[in-house]
């Protein structure tokens, strides 16, 4: 069965960093699409980054280039979202997602068709 399990979250003062991680299993993790999301109190689910993890190719969301930082470890099948320079805009829950069927671009263009979510990992940053 596959299983994607956040942690790293926690509670951070505006101008701090925290990073995510996500331990996978269940599926080849080294060709599979695989992003993170979050979802602030009354609004809807944004993403912020994905990768195509059978050649590391990235692409962030603009309310987060430059600060967050999507990343593989292979030997640990685990993927990273470093958060740099938080702002209390930031503050939510954090979700990683898969899906092992889609390559390449369609990382990108079928993100919100992930078949397989964590159950998150909540993040806080305060003024």
């Known amino acids: 069965q596959v299983q994607l399990v956040e942690s790293g979250g926690g509670s951070v003062q505006t101008g701090g960093s925290l990073r995510l991680s996500c331990a996978a299993s269940?599926?080849?993790?080294?060709?599979?699409?695989m992003g993170w999301f979050r979802q602030a109190p009354g609004k809807g689910r944004e993403e912020l980054a994905t990768?195509?993890?059978?050649?590391?190719?990235?692409n962030y969301a603009d309310s987060v280039k430059g600060r967050f930082t999507i990343s593989q470890d292979n030997a640990k099948n685990t993927l990273y979202l470093q958060m740099n320079s938080l702002k209390p805009e930031d503050t939510a829950m954090y979700y990683c997602?898969?899906?092992?069927?889609?390559?390449?671009?369609?990382?990108?263009?079928?993100?919100?068709?992930?078949?397989?979510w964590g159950q998150g990992t909540q993040v806080t940053v305060s003024s």
């Open positions: 990768i195509y993890t059978a050649v590391g190719s990235t």
């Open positions: 997602a898969a899906d092992p069927d889609l390559r390449g671009a369609d990382c990108v263009r079928y993100s919100g068709w992930y078949k397989y």
């Open positions: 269940g599926y080849t993790f080294s060709s599979a699409c």
